[in-house]
Antibody, heavy 114, light 115 residues
Framework: EVQLVESGGGLVQPAGSLRLSCAAS????????MSWVRQAPGKGLEWVAT????????LYVDSVKGRFTISRDNAKNSLYLQMNSLRAEDTAVYYC???????WGQGTLVTVSS | QAVLTQPSSLSASPGASASLTCTLR?????????IYWYQQKPGSPPQYLLK?????????GSGVPSRFSGSKDASANAGILLISGLQSEDEADYYC?????????FGGGTKLTVL
């Protein structure tokens, strides 16, 4: 079965850090640009970041630039999102996704609160 | 002005058709974009429905019924998701998406009520 499975979410204090992981199975991640998308409670979808197949190009939404880093380990067939300097407004379900040829994970909840 | 604008809500009756619009900001020509459509129900991730660029460049998501179809209205500079033969299970949030200026952009979503 082709699937993406996120992990690493949880409760973190403001200004804290968290690292999300996305494990792929049934597909070779190295063939695709991969992305993170988030959805705040009761809100719409927001693209967060995208990384090229080989990791050589990374794109971010302005609100996370300098705080979040997207990366990948193709040998482990995995995608990551390192989130630093977290703010309350980063609270959301974070989805790992292949957007150009759509495939999404189930999401992992990140809550930033003291 | 947002890149993609969707009406926040739409209501339609069972068995009827619903046309959901995704309007591109002025200066961004719908003719040059492939538009993706997603359906999302509470507590679940978005489900891919289809992508549409033209009648010769379109794709239906795996298992998505043919009563979901895409098109464009060039005069309105908008992408359209048409749902025919509405069923109660179609009640959900619907999002459009494009690749624009090296970023994926989502519309704000339309809440479709079937009543």
């Amino acid at each position: 079965e082709v699937q993406l499975v996120e992990s690493g979410g949880g409760l973190v204090q403001p200004a804290g850090s968290l690292r999300l992981s996305c494990a792929a199975s049934g597909l070779t991640l190295s063939r695709y640009w991969m992305s993170w998308v988030r959805q705040a409670p009761g809100k719409g979808l927001e693209w967060v970041a995208t990384v090229k197949e080989d990791g050589s190009e990374r794109l971010y939404v302005d609100s996370v630039k300098g705080r979040f880093t997207i990366s990948r380990d193709n040998a482990k067939n995995s995608l990551y999102l390192q989130m630093n300097s977290l703010r309350a407004e980063d609270t959301a379900v974070y989805y790992c996704a292949r957007l150009g040829d759509p495939l999404w994970g189930q999401g992992t909840l990140v809550t930033v609160s003291s | 002005q947002a890149v993609l604008t969707q009406p926040s809500s739409l209501s339609a009756s069972p068995g009827a058709s619903a046309s959901l619009t995704c309007t591109l900001r002025s200066g961004i020509n719908v003719g040059t974009y492939r538009i993706y459509w997603y359906q999302q129900k509470p507590g679940s991730p978005p489900q891919y429905l289809l992508k549409y660029n033209s009648d010769s460049d379109k794709q239906q998501g795996s298992g998505v019924p043919s009563r979901f179809s895409g098109s464009k209205d060039a005069s309105a500079n908008a992408g359209i998701l048409l749902i025919s033969g509405l069923q109660s299970e179609d009640e959900a949030d619907y999002y459009c998406m494009i690749w624009h200026n090296s970023a994926w952009v989502f519309g704000g979503g339309t809440k479709l009520t079937v009543l």
